[in-house]
C-alpha cells in the first residue's frame, strides 16, 4: 500500500475514533444530519466525507457502527484505518480533500522516503526494512 495513504489513513482514524466514541451508535446518522455541521468537530466532518464516497460508504460505516460500540479496541481501530486507507487508496480526489480537511485543522503528516513511515499518533510498534525481528 502507497506509504502517503497509510499515514493518511493513521492521521484521520483518530478523529473519527473521537466522533465514534461522541456520538455512539448513531455515529453514522449524527454525521450526515445536515443540522449537525456548525458543532460537528474534524472528525465527523471527515466521516462524513468518507461516508459521501458510495463505493466505500457501507464498509466505512460498518467499521465506524463497531468502532463506536468500543473505541478503545485496537481490532475495531484497525478494521476501521482499513476501511479508510481503502477508500483513500480508491479515490484520488477524497484523499485530497481529507489532506485538506486535516491541514485546515493544522495537522500535517508528512512521509518520506523508501519504507518511511509517518502518523499524528503512533500507538502501538512501528517496523520498517527487511527482516526485522521484534521479541519480547
Same mark, same amino acid.
Given at each position: ?27 453514522? @446518522?449524527? %454525521? @450526515? !444530519?445536515?443540522?449537525? /455541521? ?10 462524513? =466525507? ?6 466505500? $460508504? ?5 467499521? $465506524?457502527?463497531?468502532?463506536?460500540? /468500543?473505541?478503545?479496541?485496537? /481490532?475495531? %481501530?484497525? $478494521?476501521?484505518?482499513? @476501511? +479508510? =486507507?481503502?477508500?483513500?487508496? $480508491? !479515490? ?29 499518533? +503512533? ?6 526494512? /527487511? ?6
Amino acid at each position: 500500500m502507497d506509504p502517503e495513504v497509510t499515514a493518511l489513513a493513521a492521521a484521520v482514524v483518530p478523529y473519527v475514533s473521537a466522533a465514534a466514541g461522541a456520538y455512539g451508535s448513531a455515529v453514522v @446518522q449524527r %454525521v @450526515q !444530519d445536515s443540522a449537525a /455541521d456548525a458543532t460537528m468537530g474534524l472528525g465527523g466532518r471527515l466521516l462524513r =466525507r468518507l461516508l459521501g464516497r458510495e463505493e466505500s $460508504a457501507a464498509a466505512v460505516a460498518d467499521a $465506524a457502527v463497531d468502532l463506536a460500540e /468500543d473505541p478503545a479496541d485496537e /481490532d475495531r %481501530v484497525a $478494521a476501521m484505518r482499513l @476501511q +479508510i =486507507r481503502k477508500a483513500l487508496a $480508491a !479515490d484520488p480526489a477524497l484523499m485530497v480533500e481529507i489532506r485538506e480537511l486535516l491541514a485546515a485543522e493544522g495537522v500535517s503528516v508528512t512521509a518520506s522516503g523508501e519504507r518511511a513511515i509517518a502518523a499524528q499518533t +503512533i500507538s502501538g510498534v512501528a517496523v520498517t526494512g /527487511d527482516n526485522a525481528h521484534i521479541t519480547r
